[in-house]
């Protein structure tokens, strides 16, 4: 063996010992995250879910989930294939009905964030909602889809349009697309 080869030999072996020393003062042993990942895990988890809303004594509103999870230091619950249901007058007849593969309700504001298979049924205003997504704000009472996401209305008319970027006012009874969108309006003489 040759002093060059000798010295590269030595070389060698000095980096091959010394590098798993630098891996090793170089690595960090924050656990950190595994704490914050903590705080995601659900306070409450329930199966099969039947919730009913009563307010003097006549029931508002009812859902269905598949699995539903609270999350109390974020106030929020999370709701699998949910179904649901907002009744008229003295919980009688079903004024709203709906479902979606995945939602997400805020508690103290009761905003809703509902996404897979969105289907919204209108029962007073003989209209049927189906996207994708769908945002409901309940302090402005108003519901959009983003600019993105393709709606689809139907009404039991004939009257049909898609669209992107829905946007609907629920006190001003308006809604529109901020995208593109077509389709056919067929006008009711019954219609106000």
Request: glycine residues 8%; aromatic residues 10%; charged residues 30%.
């Amino acid at each position: 063996m040759s002093k060059r080869d000798v010295r590269n030999w030595a070389i060698c072996a000095l980096i091959s010992s010394a590098l798993p020393l630098c891996l090793f003062v170089g690595c960090s042993f924050d656990y950190g995250e595994t704490a914050s990942l903590e705080n995601e895990m659900p306070d409450l988890v329930m199966l099969n879910v039947e919730y009913v809303r009563v307010k003097s004594s006549d029931p508002i509103a009812r859902f269905e989930a598949e699995r539903a999870e609270r999350y109390e230091r974020q106030r929020i619950m999370k709701l699998e294939n949910l179904s649901f249901e907002q009744y008229g007058e003295r919980g009688t007849e079903t004024n709203v009905a709906g479902k979606a593969g995945f939602a997400s309700v805020e508690i103290e504001s009761g905003n809703i964030f509902m996404e897979n298979g969105v289907n919204i049924e209108v029962e007073s205003e003989d209209i049927i909602i189906e996207t994708s997504k769908l945002d409901w704000i309940d302090e402005k009472r108003t519901m959009s889809s983003g600019e993105e996401s393709e709606v689809y209305i139907y009404r039991q008319n004939g009257t049909s349009f898609n669209g992107t970027g829905l946007q609907i006012n629920a006190r001003s009874r308006t809604w529109e697309f901020t995208g593109s969108a077509s389709g056919t309006y067929i006008h009711d003489e019954e219609d106000e």
